[in-house]
C-alpha cells in the first residue's frame, strides 16, 4: 500500500463525496418513492440528498465557482460558454441501480478546468469504496473508509479482454467490440461510473458505450481513468471533452485501459464512428 495522495482540495472532495453518500445510504435502507423525469429517468429522495450535501459543501469551498449539476437548473450556453473553471457533478450516478438495490451507483464530482476534467471523486456508497484523481497527481483507490490508500493503474490489453458493460441500458456494441479487440472476449456487466473505475484498477480492458449520456455521467470517473494510465475517447478517437455547446449530452465514446494501442485506427478499422 502507498500513502494517501498528497493534495488536499482533493481529499476533502472524497470526504465531501463521503457526507453525500451517508445521505444517500440514509434514504437507501428505508422505503423510498421514485419519480420519472421528463427525460423518464428516475428520480429519489436521494438525488435531492445528496444534492444538497454537495451543493452546499462546495459553495463552502469556493462561493464563486459554478457548479453545474444533474439535478440542479442548468445555466443556459449563454452563461457557461465564459465559464473556464467550474464543478461538474452527478450526485447519484445510476439512479435505476439504485432503485433495484443492487449497490452499483455512485457519487461523481468533478472539477472542469477548459473543457478538461482536472480532478474526479467517485464514491461507491454501499460498498464504502472511494476513487479519487487530479492532474498530475495520479489515481487512488480507497477500499474502504479510513483504509489506507492505494495508487491504481490501468493494464495491458488482456487475452481474452474484458469489455465492462451498462447493467441497465440494452448494448447494440458486442459486433463492434470484436471488431475493436479483434476477437472474443469477456463481457463484465456493471452500473453507473464504476466501469471506468473497473478498467483504471487493471480489472477490466474497455468500455464501449453507444446511445446517450450525460456530461456529469463521465467527467469525474474519466479523470481518474486518465491519471491511472487510461483514456476516454469519442468515436474519433479524440479525448472527450466538457462544456462543448448549448447541449449537456455526450458523444458516443470509448474508454480504454492500455493507452500504448493506436484505439483510433481500431474505431475505423471497426467501422466506427
Known amino acids: 500500500m502507498n500513502d494517501a495522495p498528497d493534495y488536499s482540495l482533493l481529499l476533502e472532495i472524497g470526504l465531501l463525496a463521503r457526507r453525500a453518500g451517508e445521505a444517500i445510504m ?3 435502507r428505508e422505503d423510498f418513492d421514485v419519480v420519472v423525469k421528463d427525460d423518464c429517468s428516475p428520480l429519489t429522495a ?3 440528498a445528496a444534492q444538497k450535501v454537495i451543493a452546499e459543501g462546495l459553495s463552502l469551498l469556493d462561493p464563486v465557482l459554478p457548479v453545474m449539476s444533474e439535478e440542479a437548473s442548468q445555466s443556459p ?4 460558454c465564459h465559464w473556464s473553471r467550474y464543478w461538474l457533478v452527478d450526485p447519484l450516478d445510476g439512479t435505476r441501480e439504485f432503485v433495484k438495490r443492487n449497490g452499483e451507483f455512485t457519487v461523481n464530482i468533478a472539477l472542469i478546468d477548459k473543457g478538461e476534467p482536472v480532478m474526479g ?6 460498498t464504502e469504496e472511494l476513487f479519487v484523481a487530479a492532474r498530475g497527481h495520479g489515481a487512488w483507490w480507497q477500499v474502504q473508509r479510513d483504509g489506507e490508500w492505494e495508487r491504481i493503474s490501468t493494464r495491458e490489453l488482456a487475452n481474452p479482454p474484458v469489455a465492462a458493460g451498462s447493467r441497465s441500458h440494452g448494448s447494440s456494441a458486442e459486433t463492434a467490440i470484436r471488431r475493436l479487440l479483434g476477437g472474443e472476449y469477456q463481457l463484465q456487466p456493471l452500473g453507473s461510473s464504476l466501469k471506468f473505475c473497473l478498467i483504471a484498477r487493471g480489472a477490466a480492458d474497455i468500455y464501449l458505450r453507444r446511445g446517450p449520456t450525460s456530461e456529469w455521467d463521465t467527467a469525474a470517473a474519466q479523470c481518474v481513468l486518465e491519471e ?7 468515436l474519433m478517437g479524440s479525448p472527450l471533452r466538457y462544456n462543448r455547446g448549448e447541449s449537456l ?4 465514446f470509448l474508454a480504454i485501459g492500455d493507452a500504448d494501442i493506436d484505439w483510433a485506427a481500431r474505431l475505423r478499422e471497426a467501422g466506427l464512428p
Open 77 to 80: 450556453w449563454e452563461e457557461r
Open 121 to 126: 471523486v467517485v464514491l461507491a456508497p454501499v
Open 249 to 252: 449530452l455526450n458523444p458516443e
Open 26 to 28: 440514509d434514504v437507501y
Open 228 to 234: 491511472a494510465g487510461g483514456a476516454v475517447l469519442d
Open 46 to 48: 436521494a438525488d435531492l
